[in-house]
């Protein structure tokens, strides 16, 4: 069964460069979630998307920017790169009205 | 304020033992769930178990879930090597939608 699909798998820029996160999500899911996982933290919610539109928005930095496109595959949009945003960034979707998130298998991006 | 916080924040048990973990949050919820997540890996979705239910089982797991007290708790039955990983809960409060907020997780070992 397809899973969600990130891309790319590990990324590495230098300090003040910009940054691009592709999310694919399960097909017919609708609805797509980016969270940032520090080392050794909790993943913390940063946006989602419904049928393209923003549903809810949490620690996302002004740095950021998110959009779903009318395929529903999602990007996420980091400039002016900081060394405090390595991390691990997951996309999850999921079908509306279900509340289980299925999680793709991470974007790596360390800031140098 | 934190939503969800694990304890034991670290546990190592034998293999063949039962592991607890518990999970507490502050606000009211629709559900609650265990995710477990590999070292490095993307969140995998064990367990949902609804605000009016009060247990429920899935295997080797047990979840139960107190609402008066805002707890949680995950059993592992006879755990195996392979159950090494983060356990985190997440939550979903009433009048904020689809977004889970994640726990802090507990980074459970299994010893051979």
């Known amino acids: 069964a397809a899973g969600v699909i990130q891309s790319p798998r590990h990324l590495i820029k230098e300090k003040r460069e910009t940054a691009t996160l592709k999310c694919y999500p399960i097909p017919r899911h609708d609805t797509v979630y980016w969270y940032q996982q520090g080392p050794g933290q909790d993943p913390q919610f940063l946006i989602s998307?419904?049928?393209?539109?923003?549903?809810d928005k949490g620690s996302i930095p002004d740095r950021f920017s998110a959009q779903q496109f009318s395929d529903y595959h999602s990007e996420l949009n980091m400039s002016s790169l900081e060394l405090g945003d390595s991390a691990l960034y997951f996309c999850?979707?999921?079908?509306?009205?279900?509340?289980?998130?299925?999680f793709g298998a991470g974007s790596r991006l360390t800031v140098l | 304020s934190q939503q969800g916080e694990e304890d034991p924040q670290a546990l190592s048990i034998q293999e063949g033992e039962n592991a607890t973990m518990n999970c507490s949050y502050k606000?009211?919820?629709?559900?609650l769930q265990w995710y477990r997540q590999n070292s490095g890996r993307g969140l995998v979705h064990l367990i949902l178990i609804r605000s009016n239910e009060r247990e429920k089982h899935s295997g080797r797991l047990r979840v139960t879930l107190d609402t008066s007290k805002k707890s949680s708790s995950l059993l592992i039955t006879a755990s195996r090597a392979a159950d090494t990983a983060s356990y985190f809960c997440a939550t979903d409060a009433q009048l904020k939608g689809e977004k889970l907020t994640f726990g802090t997780g507990t980074r459970l070992t299994i010893i051979p």
């Open positions: 606000t009211s919820i629709n559900n």
């Open positions: 998307f419904y049928e393209k539109m923003q549903s």
């Open positions: 999850a979707s999921s079908a509306v009205g279900a509340n289980v998130l299925t």
